[in-house]
């Protein structure tokens, strides 16, 4: 039996902006994009695993009023889940990243006590990411 990871949901609350993040910025490739119910999801893969999906949506999108309300007011705290990147140029992607529009620097490029070089930015909707050199 084996196990591999297929897909990654980031919760955005604008869909225009982290588009422009995760496409534009990190260079991802949108698979598919689906509008229903007035809510997007927009699925992207990055060109060198072509099978691990990373799907944007919304938080009220497929949920109550109720639960959309809470997850919204999380993800404008910044407190939902991280997304870890791998990078094989840390600061020429850094830079990249740091230029573009509604990111957070959180931390610029340096060597950690575990043994990683990476840096640490907030997206456009306020979710951590965390780019290691590969």
């Known amino acids: 039996m ?3 990871l297929s897909t990654v949901h980031v919760l955005v609350d604008d869909p225009d902006a982290a588009l422009g993040f995760y496409r534009d910025t990190l260079g991802l ?3 598919d994009e689906v509008a229903h119910g007035g809510f997007r999801w927009i699925t992207l893969v990055p060109d060198n695993q072509p099978d691990i999906k990373i799907v944007l ?3 009220h999108a ?5 639960d959309g309300d809470a997850i919204a007011a999380l993800l404008a705290k910044g407190e939902l889940g991280a997304v870890f990147l791998r990078t094989d140029d840390l600061d020429a ?3 990249r990243i740091a230029a573009a529009p509604g990111v957070e620097v959180l931390e610029e490029p340096a ?5 990683a070089r990476d840096a640490a ?3 456009p909707a306020g979710n951590l990411v965390r ?3 590969a």
Not at 62 to 66: F, P
Not at 111 to 115: D, E, N, Q, V
């Open 29 to 31: 490739t949108v698979r």
């Open 2 to 4: 084996s196990v591999s």
């Open 111 to 115: 060597s950690r006590f575990w043994g």
């Open 121 to 123: 930015v907030r997206d």
């Open 131 to 133: 780019i290691e050199q």
């Open 62 to 66: 497929g949920r109550s009023q109720e």
């Open 57 to 59: 949506s919304q938080p």
């Open 93 to 95: 992607t850094f830079a």
